[in-house]
Nanobody, 125 residues
Framework: QVHLVESGGGSVQTGGSLTLSCVVS????????MGWFRQRPGQQREGVAA???????TVLDSVKDRFTISKDNGKNTLSLQMNSLKPGDPGLYYC???????????????????WGQGTQVTVSS
């Protein structure tokens, strides 16, 4: 059974940084495509960043040059480095796993089968 567990959320001031981690169990992520999504208050969940089976990445325009997605295959962990956090960034952040290999990163929610429970990010001014 596949489990994804996020951690690293918290409360930071505007301009601060956080690193989110997603530890995966039950399957190797070596060739997996994965993504980070967030749900902001009153809004639908949106794809923030994604990485494909070959290491190519894509990020949402509003977080470009601030957020970086990466995989550590040895630790079976997905990370999201978030710098220069803004008031528009808070929300519940989820990691997700695409079943099977995928060429080309995608932030499309329907492409992901397994999801974590989320970790909360708060940004104060």
């Amino acid at each position: 059974q596949v489990h994804l567990v996020e951690s690293g959320g918290g409360s930071v001031q505007t301009g601060g940084s956080l690193t989110l981690s997603c530890v995966v169990s039950g399957v190797s992520i070596d060739t997996a495509a994965m993504g980070w999504f967030r749900q902001r208050p009153g809004q639908q969940r949106e794809g923030v960043a994604a990485i494909d089976s070959f290491g190519s990445t894509t990020v949402l325009d509003s977080v470009k040059d601030r957020f970086t997605i990466s995989k550590d295959n040895g630790k079976n962990t997905l990370s999201l480095q978030m710098n220069s956090l803004k008031p528009g960034d808070p929300g519940l952040y989820y990691c997700a796993l695409h079943f099977g290999a995928r060429f080309g990163p995608t932030r499309r929610e329907s492409e992901y089968r397994d999801w974590g429970q989320g970790t909360q990010v708060t940004v104060s001014s």
